[in-house]
Nanobody, 116 residues
Framework: QVQVVESGGGLVQAGGSLRLSCSVS????????AGWYRQAPGKARELVAN???????TYGDSVKGRFTISRDNAKNTVDLQMNSLKPEDTGVYYC??????????WGPGTQVTVSS
């Protein structure tokens, strides 16, 4: 069973930066689309960014130009560098690794709070 574990969340002031890290177990990570999603209270979960096995990123419109996703297939990790944080970036951030429709794994989430 693949395990997904996030780290790096916390409390930061608006304009600040945080870096989230995600570690994914198993041998299929290098073939998987990996990404970050977030869910704010009372809102649906939304895509923040994902990255293809070859490193091609996709970003949600609200984070373009501020966040950067990266992966290391040798270490089975996917990171999210978040700069110029805004209060509306507050939420629980989840890491996801998708290999096939039946091999779709989520982490438990990490809280990010941006104060104004």
């Amino acid at each position: 069973q693949v395990q997904v574990v996030e780290s790096g969340g916390g409390l930061v002031q608006a304009g600040g930066s945080l870096r989230l890290s995600c570690s994914v177990s198993g041998s299929t990570f290098k073939y998987s689309v990996a990404g970050w999603y977030r869910q704010a209270p009372g809102k649906a979960r939304e895509l923040v960014a994902n990255v293809s096995p070859l490193g091609n990123p996709t970003y949600g419109d609200s984070v373009k130009g501020r966040f950067t996703i990266s992966r290391d297939n040798a270490k089975n990790t996917v990171d999210l560098q978040m700069n110029s944080l805004k209060p509306e970036d507050t939420g629980v951030y989840y890491c996801r690794s998708v290999y096939t429709q039946s091999s779709d794994f989520w982490g438990p989430g990490t809280q990010v709070t941006v104060s104004s």
